[in-house]
């Protein structure tokens, strides 16, 4: 049972590059969450997904897009990258019945 | 809106002390969760303690308890015994009703242990 995982656990991109990140659970979850951890800041919520094919914004979803196509996996998208981009991204994921939130590892960006 | 407020940027404790990590919210839900979350410095998020608005006694998880004061809308972690493998970021975060499961954030306080 590996819980969460997150693929890269780090990258480093050039301004204006794209990548995708990949979320993934074994736990059955019908929600999953992708947040930014920045210094001083505390994570804040770019977008997540109440079910498999729904998506919906967060607290700061600009420049990110999300894909659910199976219950299992949620993708966080940057088709551009920008230097304010640079974060550690973290994915949760929960029962959806009030549970607690089960963390991935979380992968460093840093965009250059 | 939702907020958590952590205003203890770094706290230290002397091992086998007790220490409080304050934090306070402020919801219009009637129903909502409080969640705590230790950050080491390895990155990993790991769940505490839970607490649930309606859950009439404090939520308690071995050393860690929740002092939850419902009308002062605060919800502070007691670390009882404190151990060196305590030292780490703890968060703070709040869930509401609105049958997303989304969680809001504070900005987290530095726990330090000394021997």
């Known amino acids: 049972n590996a819980g969460v995982t997150q693929t890269p656990k780090f990258r480093v991109l050039k301004t204006g590059q794209s990548m995708t990140l990949l979320c993934a659970q074994d736990?059955?979850?019908?929600?999953m969450y992708w947040y930014r951890q920045d210094p001083g800041m505390g994570l804040r919520l770019i977008h997540y997904?109440?079910?498999?094919?729904?998506?919906a914004k967060g607290e700061v979803p600009d420049g990110y897009n999300v894909s659910r196509l199976k219950k299992q996996n949620f993708l966080l998208g940057l088709e551009s990258a920008a230097p304010s981009q640079t974060s550690v991204y973290f994915c949760a994921s929960t029962r959806g019945t009030a549970g607690e939130q089960y963390f991935g590892p979380g992968t460093r960006l840093t965009v250059t | 809106a939702q907020k958590i407020t952590q205003t203890q940027p770094g706290m230290f404790v002397q091992e086998k002390e007790a220490v409080t990590l304050d934090c306070t919210y402020d919801?219009?839900?009637?129903?909502?969760?409080l969640f705590w979350y230790k950050q080491p410095s390895s990155g990993e998020m790991i769940f505490l303690i839970y607490?649930?608005?309606?859950?009439?006694q404090n939520a308690t998880e071995g050393r860690y308890s929740l002092n939850f004061q419902k009308a002062r809308k605060s919800a502070n972690l007691v670390i009882s015994a404190s151990q060196l493998g305590d030292s780490a970021m703890y968060f703070c975060a709040m869930r509401g009703t609105h049958n997303t499961d989304k969680l809001i954030f504070g900005t987290g306080t530095r726990l330090q242990v000394f021997p």
């Open positions: 997904s109440v079910g498999e094919g729904t998506t």
């Open positions: 607490q649930g608005s309606y859950d009439e």
């Open positions: 919801t219009s839900d009637q129903s909502y969760g």
């Open positions: 736990m059955n979850h019908e929600y």
